[in-house]
């Protein structure tokens, strides 16, 4: 069975940290790309990051680089996203997803995970 779990997310105080996890199993994780998308109340889903297991690309929003980094620890098969000088507009809730053979920005996502809610208050 396919899974991808968000875990780290929860409530922090403007200015604060948060590390986001994404442990995937059931497939050859090695082979795929993985995203973070977030989406915030009543707005579109938009993309945040990405990291291709199978070729080393990287992906940041604009607006994100210089406060959000993304990194993989393929023993564990986990992509984390470690979120710094974190604001109100950050919050949202977040997903990670999987792409297949791709370079990120990947243009389609096979898997996707359930969320997990980031609350930053000001």
């Known amino acids: 069975e396919v899974q991808l779990v968000e875990s780290g997310g929860g409530l922090v105080q403007a200015g604060g940290s948060l590390r986001l996890s994404c442990a995937a199993s059931?497939?050859?994780?090695?082979?795929?790309?993985i995203g973070w998308f977030r989406q915030a109340p009543g707005k579109e889903r938009e993309g945040v990051s990405c990291?291709?297991?199978?070729?080393?690309?990287?992906y940041y929003r604009d607006s994100l680089k210089g406060r959000f980094t993304i990194s993989t620890d393929n023993a564990k098969n986990t992509v984390y996203l470690q979120m710094n000088s974190l604001k109100s507009e950050d919050t949202a809730i977040y997903y990670c997803?999987?792409?297949?053979?791709?370079?990120?920005?990947?243009?389609?996502?096979?898997?996707w995970g359930q969320g997990t809610q980031v609350t930053v208050s000001s």
């Open positions: 997803a999987a792409a297949f053979r791709s370079r990120c920005p990947a243009p389609w996502y096979r898997y």
């Open positions: 059931g497939f050859t994780f090695d082979d795929y790309a």
């Open positions: 990291i291709s297991n199978s070729d080393g690309s990287t």
